[in-house]
């Protein structure tokens, strides 16, 4: 019986995803140890884990070296790989939001700079709202942006909002709410449509 191999984002994603699977009654703890090893596998040798930068469990998935993911819905959207996203897990909940200073009128009228690290969700909700935009991509804090005058606005998640008071800066309009998804490799779920159909439904079960 071939491995089902899980691809965990490394972090809090993680360690939410790992209650989850111990609701389904997958022994895991053997991945709260504190180790160097990339490719854990259970004591019944039924599943193998690999902890990755979180921006890159799609690719992994995609790619078909992992079975079934854990991935930011933000992640999905931004990256457009060619997955099935099955299920909505309810953790790890935010916001896609533009942010700015909240009396700049400039927020109000095309020909935008905005500093982001989603380029295409920005670029896809600005031409939804027919606005024109010049998307600046950062990878570090795009809440810098509007307060160096880089960027008029930003797009960015948004959990509690306090980096963003912290800053002067407020929320200026919501995208969508974000949350983190199981997420599984096409051919993956045809070959092993055995073990990954009831899994996903303990998975859906232990998160209702």
Same mark, same amino acid.
Do not use: H, W
């Given at each position: 019986?071939?491995?089902?191999?899980?691809?965990?984002?490394?972090?809090?994603?993680?360690?939410?995803?790992?209650?989850?699977?111990?609701?389904?009654?997958?022994?895991?703890?053997?991945?709260?140890?504190?180790?160097?090893?990339?490719?854990?596998?259970?004591?019944?040798?039924?599943?193998?884990?690999?902890?990755?930068?979180?921006?890159?469990?799609?690719?992994?998935?995609?790619?078909?070296?992992?079975?079934?993911?854990?991935?930011?819905?933000?992640?999905?959207?931004?990256?457009?790989?060619?997955?099935?996203?099955?299920?909505?897990?309810?953790?790890?909940?935010?916001?896609?939001?533009?942010?700015?200073?909240?009396?700049?009128?400039?927020?109000?009228?095309?020909?935008?700079?905005?500093?982001?690290?989603?380029?295409?969700?920005?670029?896809?909700?600005?031409?939804?709202?027919?606005?024109?935009?010049?998307?600046? *991509?950062? #990878? +570090?804090?795009?809440? %810098?942006?509007? /307060?160096?005058? &880089? $960027?008029?606005?930003? @797009?960015?998640?948004?959990? !509690?909002?306090?980096?963003? *008071?912290? #800053? +002067?800066?407020?929320? %200026?309009?919501? /995208?969508?709410? &974000? $949350?983190?998804?199981? @997420?599984?490799?096409?051919? !993956?779920?045809?070959?092993?449509?055995?073990?990954?159909?009831?899994?996903?439904?303990? /998975?859906?079960?232990?998160?209702?």
């Amino acid at each position: 019986m071939s491995d089902i191999v899980f691809a965990l984002p490394k972090g809090r994603l993680a360690e939410r995803a790992i209650e989850v699977l111990e609701k389904c009654d997958i022994d895991c703890r053997f991945l709260k140890f504190d180790t160097r090893e990339l490719v854990l596998t259970d004591s019944n040798k039924q599943y193998k884990f690999i902890f990755v930068k979180p921006s890159d469990v799609t690719t992994y998935v995609e790619r078909g070296a992992a079975d079934v993911g854990v991935a930011g819905k933000d992640t999905i959207l931004e990256q457009n790989k060619d997955i099935y996203e099955l299920i909505d897990l309810k953790f790890g909940k935010c916001r896609m939001c533009v942010a700015g200073f909240e009396n700049d009128k400039k927020t109000s009228y095309g020909n935008l700079k905005v500093a982001t690290k989603y380029e295409r969700i920005a670029r896809e909700f600005y031409e939804s709202k027919g606005v024109n935009v010049d998307i600046i *991509k950062l #990878n +570090g804090s795009v809440e %810098l942006g509007p /307060i160096v005058g &880089l $960027s008029d606005v930003i @797009v960015d998640i948004v959990e !509690s909002g306090a980096t963003l *008071k912290a #800053n +002067g800066l407020t929320v %200026l309009e919501e /995208i969508f709410s &974000l $949350s983190a998804r199981l @997420v599984v490799n096409k051919v !993956s779920l045809k070959t092993k449509s055995e073990r990954i159909l009831p899994l996903v439904k303990k /998975i859906s079960e232990a998160i209702v």
